[in-house]
Each structure stands twice: as structure tokens, then as C-alpha cells.
């Protein structure tokens, strides 16, 4: 699955911002001002890396996770235990004591941090010597809706000795800019109009679209059968994985005003390389509290471990190494991304954790430190959903905006990961009223059945306010989908109807260069058979969205309504999959094998259909379809329905 070669990629000159000094998430475009060698700063005395081994017999790995997956199969759901894994495909021992005696001898402090990762530690000229690279800290100055804040960076490419270089995934940690967003999104395309005036209810939901509580979803998505059956994820455990902390008090209301039985110990925090810092609007907050409110919601029994970690490349990598290593978690979520490139561009720039191999000259890359803890994650059986984003086909301008740079089909990272169930959005049907600011209509739109989300369908609202989309606030915002440009097709997505390649002529250009002149543009490369996602989805939409009970570092402690993106989805299997792995008495471990099969053998049609495709709406230029399509993936399911179906697999 590991591709053996990529392409090499041209740095782009721009910085992205960030939102709060303990845990900030990039928002666009801002200047850092490099205030000189990173060792002059107390906060940089010391610096810890994460150095990603190499997994063993990689082929092996991938022929054992479709085994493990597939219900034809003689190993079918035989997992591995941690030990088991580390026996079977980490580094052996003869590696990580090479690795650790190398950076012994140069002064640094080492430890085992999870089964395929060691902290390296020192001070920053030690560090830099280490990785023959200069570090520097760069400043970024407060706005109205963040503090200030810095981060440091290398100033080149880094490389690994000799010894071993041959050994060695990734280094993450010598950058330590914000990188990852949440996706969760609010309403509000216009600051005239920030949500439907009326928005009816033909759905026979205890609450109308955009109040949508996870009962609402229950009844909607036919989650009540399970819950009839005396199911709720008793003894089954949830795993969060986030760069954000919360405060727990929120979930708990969350849980008792919709009248459910909750321990009141069931949330365990797990701070990971000193966590997230506090909990703040502008950190991401209210994407890990809703989270744990979904999941939760969902499966009230179960109980739910949230790793929180700093919004770094290495907090990043190491809460889902932790998580992995845990192995405690049965179903696991996130809903923090970024675009694929970010992850494995061979540019030092956007601070992905890649270093030269000297002898190869070749880039190691965070990528497939990424996917090593995930395919850990899945032969251990757990299984992991994450949120494919909310900026439709073109996922980069979450962090490359199209007021700078000209749109690229894109999509974002883990969810791209071939071990994960990648998450996508719907919008629900019904009729939207809005109004003015004097409370008078203007537009009125009627959906008539459930479909992809974008905000597509509020071009008649833009229009009818005389501003263009971008503008407006609708473009491109919708469910991400597409195709990887690094990850090759998984055998689960073999010989499926729909999947789609790479697309020419996607080309990144700054749009508004200043002096020094503008950076060449990157070319991304065409007809390559990549990964395709999403694999599944449900209601995204914050127009036919959520509340969130949420404590807010501003405004206190309120409950916010009209909330959605693909962030809810992702927390909200990752319930459903608790309810199932209860009432079959194993784990999932990767689900998309089941998923995909049963989309080709009969899951659209049948007395009890497990699947229901979703043919309508686009996400700004893939197009919903019959069967698998890159805005919905299979569709949404009749969860009840599915169960029943996964049950043929599970005797």
C-alpha cells in the first residue's frame, strides 16, 4: 500500500496562522516573523522529537490487515495483541537500540514512546547538530480573534545519519507551527443570514434540522432497534483522539438533558506530550466537546478515553501512536485534518516531519508515520473514523484560501489513510426560510431528498444579496471528497464502480504575490489511481444541523445550535460502532471491506437495505450518484439494517 516513490514538490512562500497560544489551529494566511536561532528562547532550550521507526515486513502488514478484514478469510478477525504486533512487524530490537545508542552518543536523552516511535530529547543546539539543520523561532503577532504566539521551524531540510537513515519513518517535532483544523462548522454563509429563519420538519424527528440532538440521529438513521435490544456499548470503550481539551461538565449536561443514564466517571483524559493546554474557543474546544457529546450520546454505557495532544505534526502523530499502543479504545475517532500534501511535500516548509536519507537522497515523511500507527490500530482490531473535511472537492482551502491561491482538487489527511473509515456530509431534507436583517423573507429553498452537502444550494441566496459565492461565504464549503495523490487504491476499493483517478491541470498559483516575486507554482500530478473518499457519511450540514452544549472561553457556558460539518459524523460512528461491536462480542477492526462488499452484493436494495445511496447534490465538483461517488461515498446507513448484515459476517 506504502507507495515507493513520490514526486518532488516546490515550496510555496507563505505562513499559516494560528489561533491560541496553548493549542492554536492555522485560519489563513498570516505573516511569522522569524526572530532568529531557536536555542536564544527559554521555551526552546529543550526540545523533544519524535523519531518514527520503520515497521518490519511492511508487505507482510498489508497482506495480514486484508486478511484480518476480510470475512472470507481463515484469519478473519483474529487480532493482534500490542506485543503481538511489535513482535510480528515493529522494529526489532537490534534497530532500536542502534537508533537510541546513535543519539546517545550525540548527547540526547531516549525513550520508548510507543511501539514504533522513541523520544528524543536535548537541548537545541545538541538537536540541531543530531539533524544538521539550524533551528529558528518564528513570531506571529495577535489579531482580534487570537493571541499572538511562535513556533519554531528548521530552516532546511534535515537529514539523518548514515547509520541510520535506512531505519527511520519520520522526525516531527523540530516544527512545532500549528497544523492540523477541526472540522466543525456554523452557519452563517452571510452576516446578514447566519441561519434558516424556518427550517421545517418532515423527517419525524424529535427535532427539527439544525436542533438535531444524537436522538434525532437515532430515530433518523433507525439507531433505536439496537437501543430496543438492550444495547448502549456496555463494556466497549471509545476512544477520542484531539489537539484540543474540553470541559467534561459539558458532555455531562449534554447527556442528562437528553435523559441519559451516563457513569459519572465515564471520561478519562489522557494528556499526551503535556496535552492541549486549556480549553479555548480559538484552540478548537468545541470540536472535542462535541465529539465526546456524540460518541457518547450514542453509546451512553461505553466508556470513552480523549487523548489530548498539542496541534503539532508530533502531538498529532503521537496521540494516535498512544491510542494504538493503549490498545484500550475499541472504536477510535478524529476530526482534526489537513491537506494530504501538507504530510508528505519533500518542501521543509510546511513543517511535515520529512528528513533526507543520505545515501538515497529520498525524503522520509509524517505520512507514513501516520499510517504505521494506523495499520497497528487496525490489526489490533480497532476501528478508527475519521472526518474528511468541510471544504468540498477542495479540501486545501481550509488552509490555502481562494482570496490567495486559485482552487485545486484536494483532499485531506488521515482521512485519505487506507485504514481508516473516512467520513463524509449530507444536507437533510426540507423547506429553508431566510430573512433579511429586518426580519422580512427573501429566499426560500426546498430540498426534497437527503443529499450531498454542499452549500451549492444557496447560490440563489448569494445571488439574491448581490455578492459572489466566495464572498458570500458558501464556496467551496461542503463535504470533502476525491481521490489521494499519494495513497494507491486499497484492495477494498478494487474493481468498485465509481472510483475515480487524479484530474489534470491542478496547478497551485499565488494569486497575490509581493515582494520577494511569486514562488513557482506546484503541478499535482493527473491519473494517478489513488485512494478515494469518503466511504460513508450522514447529516453534515449546519443548516440542517446540531447543538452543542459547549462552555465558551468568551461567552461561558451556553448551548449552541446549528452546528454541523463532517466532525459530527465521524464521532457518531464511532458510537454506532461501540453498538455493534458490543452486540457481536468482538471488535470491527477496519470496517471499509464489510462496507464495500456489501455495497456490491445487494446493500441498495433487499427487504432490509443496510445502505441507502445517495444520488443527488455535488461537493463543488464531484457529483452524487448511483453507487459509490467521491461526495458520499456508499451512501448513508440504516443502521439497524447494517447490523444485521455485519451479523452474516460475525456468527
Partial sequence: MRPTKYWPAVAIALALSAAAAAAPFPQGRVSAVDVGPAAAFAENAQVTVTVSLKLRDEDQLEKFIETVSTHTSPQYHQFLTVQQFSDRFGPTPATVTAVTQL??????????????????????????????????????????????????????????????????????????RPRM????????????????????????????????????????????????????????????????????????????????????????????????????????????????????????????????????????VDAIGVAADDNIADTLSMSWITWEFFDFS??????????????????????????????????????????????????????????????????????????????????????????????????????PHEQAWSWTYLEGLCNVLGIDYYTCGIEPVGSSGGVSLYWPRPFYQWFVPGMADTQPGQTIHDNQPTPPPDVPPVHLRAGFPGRNIPDLSANADPETGYVIYYTSSSTGFGIATFYGGTSFVAPQFNGVASLYSESLHTRLGLLNPELYFISQFGGYGGFRPPLRDITQGNNWYWNARRGYDQTTGLGVPDVANLLETLRFFNP
Avoid at 493571541?147 to 516544527?175: K, T
Avoid at 433507525?222 to 458532555?251: E, N, Q, W
Avoid at 484560501?401 to 485519505?416: C, G, K, R, T
Fill in 103 to 176: 543519539f546517545e552518543s550525540q548527547g540526547l536523552t531516549v525513550a520508548r514512546s510507543a511501539t514504533a516511535q522513541l523520544h528524543v530529547s536535548g537541548s537545541a543546539a545538541a538537536v540541531e547538530k543530531a539533524f544538521s539543520v539550524q533551528l529558528h523561532s518564528f513570531a506571529v503577532a495577535a489579531t482580534a480573534d487570537a493571541p499572538g504566539y511562535r513556533f519554531r521551524a528548521p530552516m532546511g531540510a534535515p537529514h539523518l545519519p548514515d547509520a541510520i537513515a535506512g531505519s527511520v519513518a519520520a522526525v516531527v517535532g523540530l516544527d512545532t
Fill in 181 to 316: 483544523q477541526p472540522a466543525v462548522q456554523h452557519v452563517g454563509p452571510t452576516a446578514a443570514v447566519q441561519q434558516p429563519a424556518s427550517q421545517s420538519n418532515t423527517l419525524n424527528t424529535p427535532d427539527a434540522p439544525g436542533l438535531w440532538t444524537v436522538q434525532d440521529f437515532a430515530q433518523y438513521y433507525d439507531v433505536k432497534p439496537l437501543y430496543k435490544a438492550g444495547l448502549s456499548g456496555r463494556g466497549r470503550t471509545i476512544g477520542i483522539m484531539t489537539l484540543a481539551s474540553f470541559t467534561p461538565s459539558d458532555a455531562y449536561a449534554y447527556w442528562s438533558a437528553l435523559g441519559l443514564k451516563v457513569g459519572s466517571n465515564r471520561i478519562k483524559e489522557i494528556e499526551v506530550d503535556g496535552g492541549s493546554g486549556p480549553p479555548s474557543d480559538a484552540s478548537g474546544s468545541i470540536e472535542t466537546t462535541l465529539d465526546v457529546e456524540q460518541s457518547g450520546g450514542l453509546a451512553p454505557s461505553a466508556r470513552i478515553r480523549v487523548y489530548e495532544a498539542p496541534n503539532t505534526s508530533q502531538g498529532f
Fill in 346 to 447: 519533500s518542501s521543509p516548509f510546511w513543517g511535515n516531519g520529512s528528513v533526507t536519507d543520505p545515501a538515497t537522497g529520498e525524503q522520509t515523511n509524517m505520512i507514513t508515520a501516520f499510517h504505521d500507527a494506523l495499520a497497528q490500530a487496525a490489526c489490533q482490531g480497532q476501528t478508527v473514523f475519521i472526518a474528511t473535511g468541510d471544504y468540498g472537492a477542495y479540501a486545501a482551502e481550509q488552509a490555502l484560501p481562494l482570496a490567495d491561491f486559485n482552487p485545486v482538487l484536494s483532499v485531506n489527511d488521515p482521512a485519505v489513510q487506507p485504514y481508516v473509515t473516512a467520513t463524509g456530509g449530507t444536507t437533510l431534507p426540507g423547506t429553508q426560510t431566510y430573512v433579511n436583517s429586518s426580519g422580512a423573507p427573501i429566499y426560500t429553498v426546498t430540498i
